[in-house]
């Protein structure tokens, strides 16, 4: 069966959740320490405002404090981490407006290489998987996969169409933004099980690169991210942090000139 792993050659870019399994021995420590940490983070085992020490990680780890040290570094530079005074690090959190953001960055991403896609046309291998992928939210509503297999699908399914834009910093760019949206889908997730994506909507953007109409599959999949962007800050809205968190004060404006 083909999966991103071997219809996406040459180097390509995978999101994290499908690297997870995967033989790491040709990592070094500071890279198998930044892909373990980063994962945590990304499945909600490190949740956001969770904090923690470079101590801690190396003992859980069974490796010296230097590779997590250089991992931490890493995961800073991502933003998923932010270092405490004389205190360790404590996880990033989610926002609204980080959410808001995130999510209209992928919009515009995916959507343009969806397009490049359909434009340069994919080979038949990449299209078959795709074919398969479409069909999981149907599955799921039917009652016949588990939501985590609906997630590893929707990502997949956007990570090959990325490595297949014709443009590698594109494709990067892309799988960087599923990663850190996937943290968010999860949490998602947990305050509202039944999100997910309705069927016929993979497969919508799947015919239009079937058929290499470069605008309809743009389109497609821009109607697919802004859908999910309105219902994940739906559902963050109905997390008691954010009910009960204090209101305050807009900023007072200037008075005219």
């Given amino acids: 069966m083909f999966d991103i792993h071997s219809v996406a050659t040459g180097t390509p870019h995978i999101p994290a959740l499908l690297l997870v399994g995967r033989d790491e021995t040709g990592l070094d420590r500071t890279s198998q320490a930044y892909r373990a940490i980063r994962r945590q983070i990304i499945d909600l085992t490190l949740p956001p405002g969770s904090s923690f020490t470079e101590t801690s990680l190396a003992q859980q780890w069974r490796i010296s404090k230097t590779p997590v040290r250089e991992a931490l570094a890493r995961l800073r530079r991502d933003g998923l981490v932010t270092a405490l005074p004389r205190a360790g690090y404590v996880v990033s959190p989610i926002t609204l407006q980080d959410t808001d953001d995130l999510c209209a960055l992928r919009s515009l991403l995916s959507g343009e290489a969806a397009g490049a896609a359909a434009r340069l046309g994919l080979p038949a291998p990449a299209l078959e998987r ?103 800050l739906q559902v963050l809205t109905k997390s008691t942090s954010v009910s009960k968190a204090h209101i305050e004060l807009p900023a007072p404006s200037l008075p005219p000139a």
């Avoid at 599955?139 to 443009?167: D, K, P, Y």
Wanted: aromatic share 4%.
């Fill in 130 to 232: 795709l074919g398969v992928l479409s069909k999981v939210p149907f599955a799921l509503a039917a009652g016949e996969v588990e939501q985590e297999e609906s997630l590893q699908a929707g990502i997949e399914f956007e990570g090959i169409i990325a490595n297949f834009s014709g443009n590698s910093r594109l494709g990067k760019a892309i799988v960087d933004v599923l990663d850190e949206l996937e943290r968010v889908l999860r949490m998602a997730a947990l305050i509202d099980p039944g999100i997910a994506s309705p069927p016929g909507e993979l497969e919508a953007i799947f015919e239009q690169l079937r058929a290499r109409d470069a605008n309809g599959a743009q389109d497609a999949m821009r109607t697919r991210c802004e859908r999910v962007r309105r219902d994940v």
